[in-house]
């Protein structure tokens, strides 16, 4: 079946700093990508939705400076996460739809710890 | 936009006993329902999905799942369940293929041996 894959599936950085998670669909390619992120004990909260090659449409709330998703190819988004706190601590988890595959499959998911 | 309501947060049941997990969309349309279940520190796996047909839906691992349009259910069930099942359940709704999905608060099964 169709795989999408996260890197890093772990990453911890110092706060101020910038982290970059990638989102790959391995062997389709994906129209649009959706990134969620997972409070702890917390169901999935919907971030960004990022057509290739079009500027992502942020949900309510989520500040799109900090951060900051490029879908700059049909098997590729990032999400940078801008100069973290610990409050941006988080499980994001991605997903990948393909158009031709009609289905919508989901990534692994990338532990963000920030000290 | 959608909600879905997962009742019971926690859900404890015996080795071998029956699973029921329950879930309840809000949509005035039929939407594409899932149920997802994560283990710790992993991502979400597909136990079954419903798009159309048949509303009794047959997933992996003994999961069923049956849409009740008149009652705006998808309720997850497993006749006998394993030490393994232990997990957290999500139930997941999509307006269409493509869309987004509208996720549940989740439950917690917990096995009793």
């Known amino acids: 079946g169709a795989v999408v894959s996260q890197h890093p599936s772990r990453v911890i950085c110092k706060s101020g700093t910038s982290v970059k998670i990638e989102c790959r669909s391995l062997?389709?390619?994906?129209?649009?990508m959706f990134w969620y992120r997972q409070f702890p004990k917390k169901s999935l909260m919907l971030m960004a939705t990022s057509n290739e090659g079009s500027k992502a449409t942020y949900e309510q709330g989520v500040e799109k400076d900090k951060f900051l998703i490029n879908h700059a190819s049909l098997t590729l988004s990032t999400l940078t996460v801008t100069s973290a706190h610990p409050e941006d601590s988080s499980f994001y988890i991605c997903?990948?739809?393909?158009?031709?595959?009609?289905?919508?499959?989901f990534g692994p998911g990338t532990r963000l710890t920030v000290t | 936009a959608q909600s879905v309501t997962q009742l019971g947060s926690h859900v404890s049941v015996s080795e071998g006993a029956l699973v029921l997990l329950r879930c309840n969309y809000s949509?005035?349309?039929?939407?594409?329902l899932f149920w997802y279940v994560q283990y710790p520190n992993q991502g979400l796996q597909l136990l079954l999905k419903?798009?159309?047909?048949?509303?009794l839906v047959k997933g992996i691992n003994g999961f069923e799942a049956e849409f009740k349009k008149s009652e705006t259910s998808f309720h997850l069930t497993k006749p006998s369940a394993h030490m393994s099942d232990a997990a957290e359940y999500f139930c997941a709704v999509s307006e269409r293929t493509g869309n987004q999905f509208y996720f549940g608060t989740g439950t917690s099964l917990t096995v009793i041996p």
């Open positions: 997903s990948a739809w393909g158009r031709a595959l009609g289905e919508q499959y």
């Open positions: 419903y798009t159309t047909g048949a509303t």
């Open positions: 062997d389709f390619q994906a129209t649009t």
């Open positions: 949509s005035s349309v039929p939407p594409y």
